[in-house]
């Protein structure tokens, strides 16, 4: 992607750019601010991904009439990495064990059923404005025995090639800003039906480079994550069998990403996911579950401080003042409007799951979010397709909101294996 004509090459203007993004991410209002454009282009002190590419992946942007939205730094790790959670309305906290469970619950790999498996994933990201933005996944998991398992996962957000100039005759500086993040976890089953989780997280965020004053450093940040897992032994009904499942993850609890030295603090986008499923298992040839998800980020919720009635800089000091352990609790009970608008925080999402001898799975899903907290909201389809140790899943996304989404339209898909010593764990 480009900014500025460049030898015949497709180009486009930053002014162009915004408008198309503010059409089709509801980038907040801040972000597309022609002024802030043009002193953007003019000076390129600060990375313009902070400026464009930042609150286009964050799931938590709204317009600038909902300034109480909670937005974070890295907003990719809460993308949804493979295509079957992403079928299911983008959940995964309480959904049977697969080889992406790093991400959603890696309590579950203390359920996994053989000795080992990897996936990896591909989910393009703004298909419909460019080609070269996408997210990358890759976990592999491993049981050290019948209680217990490790695991390990990568997630690459790739933000393209963005050329830029300060005048429209000056040689292009091609620059790829990228974030990632490199985990690993330990799940031990507590009881039989019972497991927990730690994890550890390295996160990079490479959206600077050099302004001509000083050289390019990413922002680093490290976290943890504690996740618990609870599978039901099979239970006998009337006409079928049935199985519950429940789940939480806190993730990315961790200290703050900051940029620039004694500039501003962003917060991780500490999460607490909670979902519970149950398996109708007709017979052996048959399954169909029905899930459940809801999440909260811990951070911090935007407030007018001091009571001016807006929210300004000065606010925005103090906000950045909170500590990330306070916020976290602060969290639960900070919304100025009270206890409904804490109640607005929490997205919840309803997925199902049918599965055919276990090679063939039809999955669909909808996600909801609060109008004045982002408005995501959408439902999706996905299918899965296993033959001996390969799975190859696909998913759909449809926008049921005025909100367009990122991912509206754009096909994802992952790959996994599964393979060695075959555990049971009933």
Not at 81 to 90: E, H, L, Q, V
Not at 293 to 305: A, G, H, I, M, Q
Not at 322 to 335: L, Q, R
Not at 345 to 352: P, Q, S, Y
Request: glycine share 8%.
């Amino acid at each position: 992607m480009a900014l500025g004509p460049h030898n015949g090459k497709k180009t486009v203007s930053i002014t162009r750019i915004l408008a198309k993004l503010r059409l089709c991410c509801n980038v907040s209002k801040s972000f597309l601010d022609p002024n802030r454009a043009k002193r953007v282009n003019r000076r390129m002190k600060k990375l313009l991904i902070l400026a464009v590419f930042l609150p286009l992946a964050s799931p938590f942007q709204v317009s600038a009439q909902q300034e109480r939205a909670i937005t974070t730094a890295v907003p990719f790790l809460t993308i949804a990495a493979d295509a079957r959670a992403s079928g299911m309305g983008d959940m995964g906290v309480a959904t049977s064990f697969d080889a992406y469970s790093q991400q959603w619950n890696p309590a579950k790999y203390a359920f996994a059923t053989q000795k080992s498996g990897m996936g990896i994933s591909y989910t393009p990201y703004l298909e419909t404005i460019v080609n070269d933005v996408s997210l990358l996944n890759a976990t592999y998991y491993n049981k050290l025995n019948d209680r217990s398992a490790f695991a390990f996962g990568l997630r690459y957000f790739g933000l393209g090639e963005i050329e830029l100039r300060q005048t429209i005759d000056q040689e292009a500086t091609l620059v790829k800003p990228n974030e990632f993040a490199l985990d690993g976890s330990y799940s031990l089953k507590l009881g039989q039906s019972f497991s927990m989780a730690v994890g550890g997280r390295f996160i990079s965020s490479n959206l600077r480079f050099q302004d001509g004053t000083q050289d390019s450093q990413a922002a680093n940040a490290f976290a943890v994550d504690v996740a618990g897992f609870y599978r039901s032994p099979e239970l006998a009904y009337n006409n079928y069998n049935g199985r519950w499942r429940l789940g939480f993850n806190i993730s990315n609890i961790g200290g703050s990403l900051q940029y620039d030295e004694g500039g501003q603090e962003n917060f991780l986008p500490t999460n607490l996911k909670f979902g519970v499923g149950f398996d109708f298992i007709f017979d052996q040839d048959n399954i169909l579950s029905l899930n459940s998800e809801f999440n909260k980020l811990l951070v911090p919720t935007p407030r007018d401080f001091d009571g001016d009635g807006d929210i300004d800089s000065q606010d925005n000091d103090q906000y950045q003042s909170i500590g990330f352990f306070n916020g976290i609790f602060e969290s639960f009970g900070d919304a100025p409007d009270g206890f409904g608008e804490e109640l607005k925080e929490v997205t919840w999402a309803l997925g199902a799951e049918y599965r055919f001898r276990e090679a063939f799975m039809l999955r669909t899903g909808y996600f909801n979010e609060s109008e004045e907290k982002g408005s995501r909201k959408f439902m999706t389809l996905g299918a899965g397709f296993k033959y001996r140790t390969a799975q190859i899943d696909l998913s759909y996304l449809f926008s049921t909101s005025q909100v367009k989404n990122p991912l509206e339209n754009t096909l994802r898909i992952s790959l996994s294996f599964n393979f060695g010593e075959e555990f049971y764990n009933d």
